[in-house]
């Protein structure tokens, strides 16, 4: 998953660093981002 090899690559980056540059990369919210990571909202799990 591009988030996890990014937070290996950087371990001393803050979340919000790795959010920002993930949401970049794909073109979506910081928001969005952490709402997948957090499976929250839609992004649940069921």
């Known amino acids: 998953m591009f988030f996890d090899n990014l937070e290996r690559?950087?371990?001393n980056?803050?979340?919000g660093a790795l959010e920002k540059v993930?949401?970049?990369q794909?073109?979506?919210s910081?928001?969005?981002v952490?709402?997948?990571l957090k499976e929250?909202?839609?992004y649940q799990s069921t």
Do not use: Q
């Open 13 to 15: 980056w803050r979340i």
């Open 34 to 36: 952490r709402a997948i």
């Open 40 to 42: 929250s909202g839609i």
């Open 22 to 24: 993930t949401a970049d």
């Open 9 to 11: 690559k950087n371990p």
């Open 30 to 32: 910081e928001r969005t």
């Open 26 to 28: 794909f073109f979506i």
